[in-house]
């Protein structure tokens, strides 16, 4: 079985700052996707970025970015530029490689208020 | 651009009767799932659906859960008999052949 660790319950960054989220997860698994969802005060699941484990590179979205370990089983969301808009509920999250359905293992998520 | 829907929004009931939470999918989605989250809790998996039948289930989705696509678009969550722990939001996602699941806006289900 799958499981995703966020072990950062809150944090806080001025606007304009740079943020980190920390994520590790544990798998047995070797083709996977890891995921980085958005939660706001509206409780709509927003998917922010994804990475594909098979995949080197680092997934980069506008501002935001990840820091793939893959041998570390970590998974890192960089938020640049933070804005108001930013404030929500993160939630790591993994889905192995499957042709069946997969379903989501999520992380407990990090609460992330940016303020002025 | 096509969204999950999911109705009601809110959905207050007594402990004990039954509920049934809908959803409307993606139109030529192929895999569907629902997921619950308590209040201040981490979102968990509860059942994913494809090609007419359950592919997999959590130990949550005991037997006072089951699922439905009765018309080839909505896809529905019973709960039979609900008890006070089974208030969350609930979120109907789906998914085509890609590796994004996407997700409706939830039902708050509130077991008085």
């Known amino acids: 079985a799958q499981t995703v660790t966020q072990s950062q319950p809150e944090m806080s960054v001025q606007e304009a700052e740079t943020v980190t989220l920390s994520c590790t997860y544990d798998?047995?698994?070797?083709?996977?996707?890891l995921f980085w969802y958005k939660q706001p005060p509206s409780r709509q699941m927003i998917l922010v970025i994804r990475q594909e484990a098979y995949k080197q590179q680092n997934a980069t979205e506008n501002r935001f970015s990840v820091n793939f370990q893959k041998a570390a089983k970590s998974f890192s969301l960089k938020i640049s530029d933070s804005q108001l808009g930013d404030t929500a509920m993160y939630f790591c999250a993994f889905m192995k490689l499957s042709i069946t359905a997969s379903k989501l293992t999520f992380g407990t998520g990090t609460r992330l208020q940016v303020t002025l | 651009e096509p969204e999950v829907t999911q109705t009601p929004s809110h959905q207050v009931t007594q402990m004990g009767q039954e509920v049934i939470l809908r959803c409307v999918p993606i139109s030529n989605h192929l895999y569907f799932y629902w997921y619950r989250q308590i209040l201040g809790q981490k979102v968990e998996f509860l059942v994913s659906?494809?090609?007419?039948?359950?592919?997999?289930k959590s130990e949550i989705f005991d037997d006072q859960f089951s699922v439905e696509r009765p018309d080839g678009s909505n896809f529905t969550l019973k709960i039979r008999s609900t008890k006070l722990e089974d208030s969350a939001m609930y979120f109907c996602a789906s998914r085509d052949r890609g590796n994004e699941q996407f997700f409706g806006p939830g039902t708050r289900l509130t077991v008085l």
């Open positions: 659906f494809y090609n007419n039948e359950i592919s997999e």
């Open positions: 798998t047995s698994e070797s083709n996977y996707y």
